[in-house]
């Protein structure tokens, strides 16, 4: 969010998303890898469907396949800290486990990604 407040040239919608998406099955395998567990349960739709209940969404979001690329943003120049989701997913659960999250944020390639911290 902090680069689009400070790219000027970008106006409209965005995609957020990171720049190689892959099907739910190779996200949950390397986050379950990054976790150090081997083997996970199948979500099965009545599952997902009260859970999207519970949180008050739509299971389209997790049931509807969409491969978005984040096209905009890379073209301006953002450059992800962790553009494929294994190493994503390692950092994610190092973090977890030092109890101590930290945001890290992508920046223009070039520039100090200071700059655009407040």
Do not use: Y
Not at 4 to 16: M, Q, S, T
């Amino acid at each position: 969010m902090q680069f689009l407040l400070a790219c000027e040239d970008i106006a409209g919608p965005v995609n957020l998303a990171a720049p190689h998406p892959l099907p739910q099955r190779d996200f949950m395998a390397a986050l379950r890898a990054a976790w150090g567990a081997p083997v996970g349960l199948p979500a099965t739709r009545w599952m997902v469907e009260i859970g999207a209940f519970v949180m008050r969404t739509e299971t389209e979001l997790v049931l509807k396949s969409r491969r978005v690329v984040p096209a905009r943003l890379v073209d301006a120049g953002f450059a992800f800290d962790f553009p494929e989701w294994p190493a994503a997913a390692g950092d994610l659960v190092a973090r977890w486990r030092q109890g101590a999250p930290e945001t890290r944020h992508g920046h223009r390639r070039g520039h100090n990604p200071g700059d655009m911290r407040q």
